[in-house]
Nanobody
Framework: QVQLVESGGGLVQAGGSLRLSCATS???????MGWFRQAPGKEREFVAA????????YYADSVKGRFTISRDNAKNTVNLQMGSLKPEDTAVYYC?????????????????WGQGTQVTVSS
């Protein structure tokens, strides 16, 4: 059974940092893995994605330069280092896996999702 489990969320002041981790089990993913977020009353939105082979990374404009996605293929984990956090980064953050066709910014491309972890940034 495939499982994705996020950890590392919490409450942080604006300007601070957090590191999210996503542990996967059940299979190895040879495709894109990504992070999305969903704020109350808003649709789930793309944050970042990474490929397995080359480790190419992709970011939403809103987080570019502040967030860094990485993956450890040996441990089947994907991480999101978040810095210079802003109150507008407050959301539930979701790990996603198994996107093959290059549509890494779209929720419909991913077949597996974690349960989410809350990130709250206070002003």
């Amino acid at each position: 059974q495939v499982q994705l489990v996020e950890s590392g969320g919490g409450l942080v002041q604006a300007g601070g940092s957090l590191r999210l981790s996503c542990a996967t089990s059940g299979r190895a993913f040879s495709s894109y893995m990504g992070w999305f977020r969903q704020a109350p009353g808003k649709e789930r939105e793309f944050v970042a994605a990474i490929t397995r082979g080359s480790g190419s990374t992709y970011y939403a404009d809103s987080v570019k330069g502040r967030f860094t996605i990485s993956r450890d293929n040996a441990k089947n984990t994907v991480n999101l280092q978040m810095g210079s956090l802003k109150p507008e980064d407050t959301a539930v953050y979701y790990c996603a896996a198994d996107c093959y066709n290059g549509g890494y910014a779209y929720t419909g491309c991913y077949h597996y999702w974690g349960q989410g972890t809350q990130v709250t940034v206070s002003s």
